[in-house]
């Protein structure tokens, strides 16, 4: 198959290019072509044999171009004109989308629905088509801002999903403005009555949560398909459980993991470790609330990856993930089993499908979100029993095996959904 990969960045910027590079690099490894579309770049690391990208946008930038950019981010005939000669290059099978909102706008859809209908040679014959997918790594779609969440409030909010958009406009909710959430909500209804996202053939959501919003857009329903994304850590796979390394702490510590942001519940998580002062608490992220990260039973490392971090996690006694926001499809809850140890996170969003509670087979637990004292309760009572948190990490190779994908799984079940 040729496979083209769309993303508005095309360099190192968060989970979403991870995912698009792993996948574009399986994708090729298993046999198939693969080129990528989006903004031009000084860090750009993938790209296209006709070399055509759109100019950078940079939102938080200034200057006579940042001007502009009311009039390209609701529709981009720019984004259109640079997709072209990369269709007629690649002659794709499949044009996989991925975050596309502002940057490159859903005009990208049109340009590919476009080329079908001008290349009858190529997708009109024994029901071929040209297949659009898209992975929905947020709820972009329904939600202007994307984070179902007001932002100056913390709010958890789902006024805007049913497809009329006003809150978004009310409550300021993209970057504080009021202009750039009038701009936000209304890309949001030309969208919803043009049908654009009827022409996507198949949305996939790396959680049922997920999947639950999207399909209250009425284009989408029966469209979805829920696939927690691939864990790729090929070590984590195997045969393993997880021997709890209580040298350092006595008993273990308590793992945070991530990135230090008010709606990743890092008050309410601070406020559980100030009233638990016997008990260890080991900090490893950046963010904002670094300052906030301290204590007399409170380490924090700073920002790790690779085999410091995997160390760090195979360490504690279990894993913390009290977010605030309805997560999608969190890697790091996926990690940290992955490796053998247990999480304690909150109720809400994708990350409770991501713990098994079957008893007997438990690998975590859930708290309520946002609540300090019920976080404490259970931090307490799980520290306190050691012989649970081992039977949980034990049972975390098996979770880990029957429900996470590795990557070459997930891209065999992706390419069979291409050729459907």
């Not at 099978?93 to 859809?109: A, E, G, R």
């Not at 009038?182 to 949001?188: D, F, P």
């Not at 398909?225 to 796979?237: G, K, L, V």
């Not at 504690?316 to 890697?331: G, H, I, K, L, T």
């Amino acid at each position: 198959m040729r496979v083209l990969i769309v993303n508005k960045f095309l360099y190192p910027n968060g989970g979403s290019e991870t995912y698009i590079f792993k996948l574009g690099q399986e994708l090729e490894r298993q046999g198939h072509r693969v080129e990528y579309f989006g903004m031009e770049h000084e860090g750009r690391i993938v790209g296209n044999r006709a070399d055509s990208y759109t100019q950078p946008m940079d939102f938080h930038g200034s200057g006579a171009a940042a001007l502009t950019y009311p009039f390209r981010i609701i529709y981009s005939r720019e984004a259109r004109e640079k997709m072209r000669p990369v269709l007629e290059e690649l002659q794709p099978d499949v044009v996989h989308l991925n975050n596309i909102n502002f940057q490159l706008t859903p005009s990208v859809i049109d340009e590919a629905r476009d080329f079908e209908r001008k290349h009858p040679d190529l997708y009109a014959y024994a029901g071929r088509s040209l297949k659009i997918f898209c992975t929905a790594h947020d709820a972009q779609w329904v939600c202007p801002n994307h984070e179902l969440r007001v932002p100056s409030t913390g709010e958890l909010c789902m006024r805007c999903i049913d497809g009329s958009f006003d809150g978004c406009i009310r409550n300021r909710c993209i970057h504080g403005s009021k202009l750039r959430s009038l701009l936000g909500a209304r890309e949001a209804a030309f969208y919803e009555k043009r049908g654009t996202y009827a022409e996507v053939d198949r949305v996939i959501c790396p959680s049922a949560f997920l999947e639950g919003v999207l399909q209250h857009n009425r284009h989408l329903k029966g469209r979805t398909i829920a696939m927690h994304n691939f864990m790729d850590i090929p070590e984590a796979q195997g045969e393993q459980t997880k021997t709890p390394d209580r040298a350092a702490g006595g008993q273990g510590y308590v793992l945070y993991f991530g990135r230090y942001a008010p709606e990743k519940g890092i008050a309410t998580l601070m406020k559980a470790a100030g009233a638990l002062p016997e008990i260890p608490f080991v900090f490893a992220g950046s963010g904002p609330l670094r300052d906030l990260i301290r204590g007399g039973n409170v380490t924090e490392k700073g920002f790790l990856t690779g085999g410091a971090l995997q160390e760090v996690i195979r360490g504690a006694r279990f894993v913390v993930y009290p977010s605030e926001w309805y997560e999608n499809c969190p890697f790091s809850v996926m990690e940290a089993q992955g490796y053998g140890v247990p999480v304690l996170a909150s109720d809400i969003g994708g990350t409770p499908e991501l713990i098994c509670r079957t008893p007997g087979q438990e690998t975590g637990e859930l708290f309520r979100e946002g609540d300090a004292e019920d976080l404490t309760a259970r931090i307490r009572e799980l520290y306190g029993d050691a012989a649970r948190t081992d039977r949980m990490s034990a049972n975390c190779a098996a979770w880990t095996a029957g429900h996470f994908d590795t990557l070459e799984t997930y891209v065999r079940k992706l390419t069979r959904l291409y050729a459907m």
